[in-house]
C-alpha cells in the first residue's frame, strides 16, 4: 500500500480506478511568416473565438457553480481584449515575422512571469489565469481539441494541472474526484472543485505508470492511497457509505 500526501481542497471519500487527464501536447515552434498582417488576422480570429468559446462556459458555469464563481471567465474574456496583451502579441508578430502560435506562447510566458512575481496572492493566483487564456487561443489556433476524460466509469482523474476552465467543463458523471501536482487552495480551479463538491486533491507528488490502479482519495486528509490492503479498503467504503447517508438527511 503507498499513501501520497497533497493539500485536500474538498473533503469527501472516493474510490475508483485512476486516469489521466489527455489533451493535446499543444508543442508551440517557432516559424518564419511571409505575411505578418495576415498572421495578425488569424491571432485576431483565435481571439475572436475564443471570447466566444468563453461565453459558453460562463453560462454554463452559472448554471452549475453560480455567478459569483462563474465571473471568472468574464475575466478570461477582459483578458483577452486587454491592450497591452493584444499588442504585445501583434507587435511580436509584426515585427518578428513570427506565427501567431508562437507569439501567443510568448507573450503568455511572459505576463504569467509577471504575476508569478508579484507580493500580492490574489495577483500570483492570476499567472495561472493567463496560462490559460494563452492555450485557449494557442488550441485554436492549432486546430486541436479540448482535454478529455478517456472512460465510460466514473474515475479519479489525475493531472499536471487543469485549467479553471477544463475543471467547469469536466463531466461529472464521470468523474469522482481529482488529483493534480500543481495547483493551490486559492486558486480558481480550487474553489471550482469546492463550488462542485469533487473531492480534490492538489499538490501530490505523482508516481508513473498510475492509470487504471485502484485508489482511494481521502479530500479530509488530503491522501491519495495506492493499492490499499483489505482493511483500509474496508475502512474507507464504510466510511463512504456513512458520508452518503449524512448527505441524503439534509
Known amino acids: 500500500m503507498i499513501t501520497l500526501q497533497g493539500k485536500g481542497v474538498f473533503g469527501g471519500i472516493a474510490i475508483g480506478e485512476i486516469a489521466f487527464f489527455k489533451r493535446d501536447s499543444g508543442v508551440v515552434q517557432r516559424k518564419k511568416v511571409e505575411d505578418p498582417q495576415a498572421e495578425?488576422?488569424?491571432?485576431?480570429?483565435?481571439?475572436?473565438?475564443?471570447i466566444e468559446e468563453l461565453g459558453e462556459l460562463y453560462d454554463k458555469a452559472v448554471?452549475?457553480?453560480?455567478?459569483?464563481?462563474?465571473m471568472l471567465f468574464q475575466t478570461h474574456q477582459f483578458m483577452l481584449e486587454d491592450l497591452d496583451y493584444v499588442e504585445a502579441i501583434e507587435n511580436m508578430i509584426q515585427t518578428q515575422s513570427v506565427n501567431a502560435e508562437y507569439a501567443v506562447s510568448v507573450t503568455g510566458d511572459n505576463f504569467s512571469q509577471m504575476f508569478a512575481s508579484m507580493d500580492d496572492d490574489y495577483m500570483r493566483e492570476r499567472a495561472a489565469d493567463v496560462k490559460d487564456v494563452s492555450n485557449r487561443v494557442i488550441r485554436i489556433l492549432q486546430g486541436k481539441e479540448k482535454g478529455t476524460v478517456d472512460s465510460e466509469e466514473p474515475v479519479i482523474l489525475v493531472a499536471e494541472d487543469l485549467a479553471p476552465s477544463e475543471?467547469?467543463?469536466?463531466?461529472k458523471s464521470k468523474v469522482l474526484s481529482f488529483v493534480t501536482?500543481?495547483?493551490?487552495?486559492n486558486s480558481h480551479t480550487a474553489i471550482l472543485a469546492r463550488t462542485m463538491n469533487i473531492p480534490a486533491l492538489i499538490g501530490v507528488e505523482l508516481p508513473e505508470n498510475l492509470e487504471g490502479k485502484m485508489a482511494i482519495v481521502d479530500g479530509y486528509e488530503g491522501k491519495l492511497i495506492l493499492d490499499a490492503d483489505?482493511?483500509?479498503?474496508?475502512?474507507?467504503?464504510?466510511?463512504k457509505e456513512e458520508e452518503e447517508q449524512n448527505i441524503q438527511h439534509i
Do not use: P, W
Request: glycine share 6%; proline share 0%; hydrophobic share 25%.
Open 40 to 50: 495578425i488576422q488569424r491571432f485576431e480570429n483565435a481571439k475572436a473565438k475564443a
Open 63 to 70: 448554471s452549475e457553480v453560480g455567478e459569483s464563481n462563474a
Open 167 to 171: 475543471t467547469v467543463q469536466l463531466d
Open 181 to 185: 501536482h500543481k495547483g493551490s487552495t
Open 230 to 239: 483489505e482493511e483500509t479498503l474496508c475502512y474507507y467504503e464504510k466510511k
